[in-house]
């Protein structure tokens, strides 16, 4: 009788201590969030002849990706993160990480990503948003924008715009600017896509500083 209790009780030692070992295991290897990565981890808007309210409305796509440990893994974790920007006057950032430029102010903005990790911590990740400042010269008015697509310049008259891709100035408000395009190789025309005030003739397109303008002109 005593034996037979005797491989009664090892069968039960055996079974709770197996038990006991995959309870340990099982918690032993918790999925827990080790670091966060924004992507891209710097991002520039704007340039430098180019007047900052002009960047408003610009906008970029952010990523979180999530490095784990048991098992190892990185996964995007975009949508489940918390996203933050330091200095909303300059970019804001929407809760699925799109960073969209004000036009208010240049500078640096930290823009972080947030989750709560296994055991109560939490991780965050950074990136910087850069909008450049204006540094061109010209009076106190209205900004003129040029938006070139293709190979080409455009030149305006009075001086100010003298470009082969975007750029812009501030002209004095109330003025006439005339822009005048001219494709370079391989392009061989032109098309006034938008802004301008009249059906523009040939390469030249005539825009009344009365507000802030944008002109887009395409190169083919």
């Known amino acids: 009788m005593t034996q037979k209790w005797s491989a009664v009780l090892s069968v039960f030692v055996v079974i709770l201590t197996a038990t006991?070992?995959?309870?340990?295991?099982?918690?032993?290897?918790?999925?827990?969030?080790?670091?966060?990565?924004?992507?891209?981890?710097?991002?520039?808007?704007?340039?430098?002849?180019?007047?900052?309210?002009?960047?408003?409305?610009?906008?970029?796509?952010?990523?979180?990706?999530?490095?784990?440990?048991?098992?190892?893994?990185?996964?995007?974790i975009t949508n489940e993160v918390t996203w933050n920007s330091n200095t909303t006057q300059m970019v804001t950032v929407n809760p699925?990480?799109?960073?969209?430029?004000?036009?208010?102010?240049?500078?640096n903005s930290l823009v972080s990503a947030t989750m709560k990790a296994a055991h109560g911590g939490i991780q965050t990740g950074f990136m910087t948003a850069t909008v450049v400042c204006f540094t061109?010269?010209?009076?106190?008015?209205?900004?003129?924008?040029?938006?070139?697509?293709?190979?080409?310049?455009?030149?305006?008259?009075?001086?100010?715009?003298?470009?082969?891709?975007?750029?812009?100035?501030?002209?004095?408000?109330?003025?006439?600017?005339?822009?005048?395009?001219?494709?370079?190789?391989?392009?061989?025309m032109l098309t006034w896509v938008s802004g301008c005030d009249s059906n523009p003739a040939a390469n030249m397109c005539l825009v009344n500083m009365n507000a802030n303008r944008a002109v887009t002109v395409t190169f083919q």
């Open 96 to 107: 699925t990480g799109l960073i969209t430029v004000t036009g208010n102010t240049c500078g």
């Open 136 to 188: 061109g010269t010209g009076p106190v008015g209205p900004s003129l924008v040029v938006t070139i697509n293709g190979p080409g310049t455009v030149v305006s008259s009075p001086a100010g715009i003298a470009c082969s891709q975007t750029c812009g100035f501030i002209f004095t408000s109330g003025i006439p600017v005339t822009l005048t395009a001219s494709p370079t190789a391989p392009a061989t």
């Open 20 to 76: 006991l070992m995959l309870s340990l295991a099982s918690c032993g290897h918790d999925q827990e969030l080790t670091q966060i990565t924004v992507q891209p981890g710097t991002e520039t808007f704007g340039a430098s002849n180019i007047p900052v309210p002009a960047d408003a409305g610009l906008s970029v796509q952010l990523r979180a990706l999530g490095t784990f440990i048991h098992p190892p893994v990185t996964k995007d």
